[in-house]
Nanobody, 126 residues
Framework: LMSAAGVWGGFVQPGGSLRLSCAAS????????IGWFRQAPGKEREGVSC????????YYTDSVKGRFTISIDDAKNTVYLQMNNLKIEDTAVYYC???????????????????WGKGTQVTVSS
């Protein structure tokens, strides 16, 4: 059983940047789809960016396109979410996730994944 752990968020001003990291624990991310999700107070969980393992597709929700980048470092068993030009509305608890079944990035961001890491708070405020 693979669990994603070790997500480090933080506080940043609007327009700033932050990189979230998520390290695999007990396994590697090989053959797994990976994704980043977030949940703001009073809102439903949202798939921010997902990398599918069925077709290798990468999905970004519209509000983060051009600003966020998902990536994976296989050597470090770590996935990242680089967040640039952050906006106040990006404030949320962010979660990394993984899934071993086959699917597209869009599918996973819409329906979620099997394995979840601990959430980390990202606060964008002036």
């Amino acid at each position: 059983l693979m669990s994603a752990a070790g997500v480090w968020g933080g506080f940043v001003q609007p327009g700033g940047s932050l990189r979230l990291s998520c390290a695999a624990s007990g396994s590697t991310f090989d053959d797994y789809a990976i994704g980043w999700f977030r949940q703001a107070p009073g809102k439903e969980r949202e798939g921010v960016s997902c990398l599918g393992n069925g077709d290798g597709s990468t999905y970004y929700t519209d509000s983060v396109k051009g600003r966020f980048t998902i990536s994976i470092d296989d050597a470090k068993n770590t996935v990242y979410l680089q967040m640039n030009n952050l906006k106040i509305e990006d404030t949320a608890v962010y979660y990394c996730a993984a899934d071993r079944s086959q699917g597209s990035g869009r599918h996973y961001c819409k329906y979620g994944m099997d394995y979840w890491g601990k959430g980390t708070q990202v606060t964008v405020s002036s």
